[in-house]
T-cell receptor
Framework: GENVEQHPSTLSVQEGDSAVIKCTYS??????FPWYKQELGKGPQLIID?????GEKKDQRIAVTLNKTAKHFSLHITETQPEDSAVYFC???????????FGKGTTLSVSS | DVKVTQSSRYLVKRTGEKVFLECVQD?????MFWYRQDPGLGLRLIYF???????EKGDIPEGYSVSREKKERFSLILESASTNQTSMYLC????????????FGAGSRLTVL
């Protein structure tokens, strides 16, 4: 089955710096790659996603890139703010409606 | 807004007890999922369901069962709770059509003594 590896497990940055989280996946049939953010005491929430027919997608300060050949995708957060501090999860799945397989998560701390 | 409600935020049970974790969603989603979250292990899929009375095993189904008698409700059952089932349990739902976007509940933190 699918296996998703996520790095780093923890990341500390200064406010205003950029943060990058990387994931690799094992199943070449996977074609949907979302990123979820989990704040303390809450369930994860989708922040951005990308499909295999697209190489990059941006939404304000966050962007995701996908390299299907290498089977890896990354989350980029620019101009980080303290409210970006949370646990971030990457995930992969083969098609809409199928179960997502998640990475182990990255705890991002942004200090002011 | 889609809402996924997990009835219990915190539960404390004893070893051997039967435990029910309830999850209800209010937006007519076909798919429902139970994940377990542990520090350093991320989110691991226990069971999922694509339709009423239908269930599929995820990556870690041992020690768990599920029930989906109605479209909006998906229950996770621990037949005989053990201490290694102490964890945060997250329920999620999604539509079959379109994007595979999961909406999560706030979680149920279970402690088994």
């Amino acid at each position: 089955g699918e296996n998703v590896e996520q790095h780093p497990s923890t990341l500390s940055v200064q406010e205003g710096d950029s943060a990058v989280i990387k994931c690799t996946y094992s199943d070449s049939a996977s074609n949907y790659f979302p990123w979820y953010k989990q704040e303390l005491g809450k369930g994860p929430q989708l922040i951005i996603d990308i499909r295999s027919n697209v190489g990059e997608k941006k939404d304000q300060r966050i962007a995701v890139t996908l390299n299907k050949t290498a089977k890896h995708f990354s989350l980029h957060i620019t101009e980080t703010q303290p409210e970006d501090s949370a646990v971030y999860f990457c995930a992969a799945s083969k098609e809409a409606g199928t179960a997502l397989i998640f990475g182990k998560g990255t705890t991002l701390s942004v200090s002011s | 807004d889609v809402k996924v409600t997990q009835s219990s935020r915190y539960l404390v049970k004893r070893t051997g007890e039967k435990v029910f974790l309830e999850c209800v969603q209010d937006m007519d989603h076909e798919n429902m999922f139970w994940y377990r979250q542990d520090p350093g292990l991320g989110l691991r899929l226990i069971y999922f369901s694509y339709d009423v009375k239908m269930k599929e095993k995820g990556d870690i189904p041992e020690g768990y069962s599920v029930s989906r008698e109605k479209k909006e409700r998906f229950s996770l059952i621990l037949e005989s709770a053990s201490t290694n089932q102490t964890s945060m349990y997250l329920c999620a739902s999604s539509l079959t059509s379109g994007a595979n976007v999961l909406t999560f509940g706030a979680g149920s933190r279970l402690t088994v003594l």
